[in-house]
């Protein structure tokens, strides 16, 4: 393991401020970086030198350098900063933590930023992204995973958490969203290890950024979900925020056919909060994030009563899984519902829409997924449910052009946000 001495030289040149930042980034993810030749890698130097650099920003891109602040350092230091007010008024409502993919400024300059509280940046990172967030009150961490392997290993552990640490304090991040999906046995090395992973994140980032956030997200419901036998009790007890991502609820289908279903089914919802709650994990920490996606199902035969037969596709021992389908962005359900002159049909069973269509080739496909109705349902659950808010993956999946309709649909979800 190089990257524990490879931080100490990268804290040790950052104080001294003679590389970079964009440049450390690059050392920091860079593997094959020669051997460095230093001492023992502490924990101490490596708080010491962050804290340092922290103080002494220089290559910070914001039009104004307190907004490469993390949210929570301003809130100590800078109290009366206009954004840092907007940062405090927000702790009054619920959370709105929205998943990010990739976009430019185009898409993200048209999030609703007041609605929103935390955003989780998956796989990339934007400096101006940050700028504007911060500006607005509104905290960014960065999404991390591990590889199952290392789970066991404390060394391995360790340096992946110091590793973000730093990564996320040189990037002006306000913490990291932990989205670890694999399968893990019941009882195994594993299963400690990763209850041990979020609660050395925790402890280091609270350390080294007092307050920033360490969230963690969770199948629909706990248990053997997908066979992630987690400690979500230990999870849940380590974490600020446990999102619950109450959706890919078809990821196994153990009961009748192989057929299109709902991807995110309110009395699903409803029970995978219980099955949380019941864990011990106080509803303060819990986030309903839904999806602003749906599934596309390719039928094998479509009945009468528009039951579509789907493609066997076996997923972690179950016969049957939504993997027979594609995922697609709303706004993507929206364009191909209007193209075809689909009828709506309002499933009573899960309170979501789905249709079906026939494409050139005369193939049928249904179209599972969540609109403006089905969701109002679902953030009216998170509120009555006393949760901590609501979340999305992701906010970019909207028609974020100029066209009258595509400002509507922008309208029509961001406003029923709470
Ligand atoms: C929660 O975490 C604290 C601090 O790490 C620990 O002392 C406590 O035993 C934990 N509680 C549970 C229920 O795991
Ligand atoms: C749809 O029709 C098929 C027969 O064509 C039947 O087997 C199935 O139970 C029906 N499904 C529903 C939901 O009514
Ligand atoms: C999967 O299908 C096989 C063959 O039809 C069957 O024997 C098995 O019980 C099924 N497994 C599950 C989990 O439904």
């Given at each position: 393991?190089?990257?524990?001495?490879?931080?100490?030289?990268?804290?040790?040149?950052?104080?001294?401020?003679?590389?970079?930042?964009?440049?450390?980034?690059?050392?920091?993810?860079?593997?094959?970086?020669?051997?460095?030749?230093?001492?023992?890698?502490?924990?101490?130097?490596?708080?010491?030198?962050?804290?340092?650099?922290?103080?002494?920003?220089?290559?910070?891109?914001?039009?104004?350098?307190?907004?490469?602040?993390?949210?929570?350092?301003?809130?100590?230091?800078?109290?009366?900063?206009?954004?840092?007010?907007?940062?405090?008024?927000?702790?009054?409502?619920?959370?709105?933590?929205?998943?990010?993919?990739?976009?430019?400024?185009?898409?993200?300059?048209?999030?609703?930023?007041?609605?929103?509280?935390?955003?989780?940046?998956?796989?990339?990172?934007?400096?101006?992204?940050?700028?504007?967030?911060?500006?607005?009150?509104?905290?960014?961490?960065?999404?991390?995973?591990?590889?199952?392997?290392?789970?066991?290993?404390?060394?391995?552990?360790?340096?992946?958490?110091?590793?973000?640490?730093?990564?996320?304090?040189?990037?002006?991040?306000?913490?990291?969203?932990?989205?670890?999906?694999?399968?893990?046995?019941?009882?195994?090395?594993?299963?400690?290890?990763?209850?041990?992973?979020?609660?050395?994140?925790?402890?280091?980032?609270?350390?080294?950024?007092?307050?920033?956030?360490?969230?963690?997200?969770?199948?629909?419901?706990?248990?053997?979900?997908?066979?992630?036998?987690?400690?979500?009790?230990?999870?849940?007890?380590?974490?600020?925020?446990?999102?619950?991502?109450?959706?890919?609820?078809?990821?196994?289908?153990?009961?009748?056919?192989?057929?299109?279903?709902?991807?995110?089914?309110?009395?699903?919802?409803?029970?995978?909060?219980?099955?949380?709650?019941?864990?011990?994990?106080?509803?303060?920490?819990?986030?309903?994030?839904?999806?602003?996606?749906?599934?596309?199902?390719?039928?094998?035969?479509?009945?009468?009563?528009?039951?579509?037969?789907?493609?066997?596709?076996?997923?972690?021992?179950?016969?049957?899984?939504?993997?027979?389908?594609?995922?697609?962005?709303?706004?993507?359900?929206?364009?191909?519902?209007?193209?075809?002159?689909?009828?709506?049909?309002?499933?009573?069973?899960?309170?979501?829409?789905?249709?079906?269509?026939?494409?050139?080739?005369?193939?049928?496909?249904?179209?599972?997924?969540?609109?403006?109705?089905?969701?109002?349902?679902?953030?009216?659950?998170?509120?009555?449910?006393?949760?901590?808010?609501?979340?999305?993956?992701?906010?970019?999946f909207l028609d974020y052009t100029d066209s009258p309709s595509a400002v509507e649909q922008q309208d029509?979800?961001?406003?029923?946000?709470?």
């Open positions: 393991m190089q990257f524990a001495s490879l931080l100490f030289l990268v804290f040790s040149a950052s104080a001294s401020g003679k590389i970079l930042r964009s440049h450390l980034w690059d050392v920091i993810f860079d593997q094959h970086a020669g051997e460095p030749q230093q001492k023992k890698f502490q924990l101490e130097h490596f708080t010491d030198d962050l804290q340092y650099s922290l103080e002494t920003l220089s290559y910070c891109p914001c039009e104004n350098q307190l907004l490469c602040m993390p949210l929570e350092e301003a809130k100590r230091k800078h109290e009366s900063a206009d954004h840092v007010q907007k940062y405090v008024e927000k702790n009054n409502k619920k959370e709105v933590f929205a998943f990010v993919l990739e976009c430019d400024i185009t898409v993200w300059s048209k999030f609703y930023w007041d609605k929103l509280t935390t955003i989780a940046t998956a796989g990339f990172y934007d400096a101006y992204l940050v700028c504007h967030a911060h500006k607005n009150g509104v905290k960014v961490v960065k999404m991390g995973n591990i590889p199952t392997s290392d789970l066991p290993n404390s060394h391995a552990r360790l340096t992946w958490a110091k590793v973000h640490a730093s990564d996320v304090a040189l990037k002006f991040l306000d913490g990291i969203n932990i989205d670890f999906e694999d399968a893990i046995d019941d009882g195994s090395e594993e299963q400690r290890g990763l209850t041990s992973l979020v609660q050395e994140t925790a402890e280091i980032f609270h350390k080294i950024m007092p307050g920033s956030q360490v969230s963690f997200d969770v199948a629909w419901k706990a248990g053997g979900i997908d066979s992630r036998y987690y400690d979500y009790a230990g999870i849940g007890n380590a974490s600020d925020i446990i999102f619950i991502m109450a959706y890919d609820e078809q990821s196994q289908i153990f009961d009748g056919s192989c057929t299109a279903r709902p991807n995110s089914d309110i009395y699903r919802a409803a029970v995978g909060i219980q099955s949380y709650l019941k864990l011990g994990i106080p509803s303060e920490k819990l986030i309903l994030g839904v999806p602003w996606y749906g599934y596309n199902y390719p039928c094998m035969s479509l009945d009468l009563n528009e039951t579509c037969s789907i493609e066997k596709v076996p997923f972690r021992g179950a016969n049957c899984s939504d993997a027979a389908g594609k995922e697609y962005p709303y706004s993507f359900m929206i364009s191909t519902f209007n193209q075809h002159h689909a009828t709506y049909h309002w499933d009573k069973d899960s309170l979501t829409p789905y249709y079906t269509i026939k494409d050139e080739t005369g193939q049928y496909h249904q179209m599972r997924y969540d609109d403006p109705r089905s969701l109002s349902y679902k953030y009216m659950l998170a509120v009555a449910s006393g949760l901590q808010g609501v979340g999305m993956w992701t906010a970019n029509q979800m961001w406003s029923l946000l709470p």
